[in-house]
């Protein structure tokens, strides 16, 4: 049987929940005996549309608001950059199909073409320049 690729809303709308989870040992830039959160696809989709028209913000920024939020006092750097690409691919997927702009997750609003994420995506990064220029935001 061949294998089927998931698509990003898939991937997306995966259905695993979110947990806090205590950190037996030192962890990327979390010290051991820390709680962090293991967030979802979905709560990365759900803080990117909260972000305002005009106005951006980092991975960094987006994890101490999230871990905040969960009552965490981190939240995972690994899976947190994992989630923000499938938010983006699948925006893109969806504008691919012929979603508005508007109603989209401004995930460009987060990744600027600085960012090593933006080298990452499938559709390179000529739309996100195009979207952040819109907003007024730096490329």
């Known amino acids: 049987m061949a294998y089927k690729r998931k698509t990003w809303q898939e991937k997306l709308h995966n259905g695993h929940p979110?947990?806090?989870?205590?950190?037996?040992?030192?962890?990327?830039?979390?010290?051991?005996?820390?709680?962090?959160?293991?967030?979802t696809p979905e709560i990365v989709d759900a803080y990117i549309r909260n972000i305002p028209v005009g106005t951006q913000t980092t991975l960094q920024q987006m994890r101490k608001d999230l871990a905040a939020e969960y009552n965490a006092q981190y939240c995972c750097p690994i899976t947190s950059g994992i989630f923000l690409r499938i938010v983006a691919e699948a925006a893109y997927e969806e504008y691919k199909a012929g979603k508005p702009l508007k109603k989209l997750t401004p995930f460009w609003r987060i990744i600027d073409n600085k960012t090593p994420m933006a080298k990452k995506l499938t559709f390179g990064n000529e739309f996100i320049k195009k979207q952040r220029a819109i907003e007024g935001l730096p490329a």
């Open 18 to 39: 979110w947990k806090v989870e205590v950190v037996d040992k030192k962890f990327a830039d979390i010290p051991e005996g820390a709680s962090m959160l293991v967030a």
